[in-house]
C-alpha cells in the first residue's frame, strides 16, 4: 500500500515527542500547553457544549396511533 510522505513524517515526529514524555497523556497535553503559551498566538477557546442524548423511538402499544378502523 502507497504511504503518503507527509502522514509518515507527522507520525514519526508524534511518536518521538511522546517517547519523550513516556507516553503520559496528561504530561504531553502539558507540554503542548506551555508551548502555546510560550508561542504567543493567539488560540481559539470555545466553552464545552452539552450535547443533548439523542431521542429514543418509542416503542410498546402507545409508540404510534393507530387509525381507527371503520
Known amino acids: 500500500m502507497w504511504e503518503d510522505p507527509i502522514v509518515a513524517e ?3 515526529v508524534r511518536a ?3 517517547a519523550q ?3 503520559d497523556l496528561l504530561a ?3 507540554d503542548l ?3 502555546e503559551q510560550k508561542s504567543g498566538h493567539r488560540f481559539a477557546s470555545y ?3 452539552r450535547v443533548a442524548p439523542a431521542k429514543r423511538p418509542r416503542s410498546g402499544p402507545r409508540a404510534a396511533p393507530h387509525a381507527a378502523s371503520t
Do not use: D, E, G, L
Open 33 to 35: 500547553k506551555a508551548q
Open 10 to 12: 507527522v507520525r514519526r
Open 28 to 30: 504531553i497535553y502539558r
Open 47 to 49: 466553552p464545552a457544549r
Open 16 to 18: 518521538a515527542h511522546a
Open 21 to 23: 514524555f513516556n507516553n
